[in-house]
């Protein structure tokens, strides 16, 4: 499972996304920037900030076995 926190990127923010891949977490990131914040051009340099900070939660859950 990949997770976006939006606060990783905006200070205080504390909408998540959470799916199967990370193209379906950057769309719903999308998608929330249009629809919550009327964003009508989300700039390719806002798509790799996204990216970077995607984790993936399966990996932080078998470290902690």
């Not at 959470?18 to 700039?43: F, I, P, Q, W, Y």
Request: avoid cysteine.
């Amino acid at each position: 499972m990949k997770r976006f926190e939006s606060g990783s990127l905006i200070p205080g923010a504390t909408w998540h996304a959470e799916a199967e891949s990370e193209a379906e977490v950057v769309r719903k990131a999308v998608d929330n920037l249009r629809t919550l914040h009327g964003e009508t051009e989300v700039r390719p340099d806002m798509i790799e900030r996204i990216k970077e900070r995607i984790v993936d939660t399966d990996a932080k859950s078998a470290t902690k076995h």
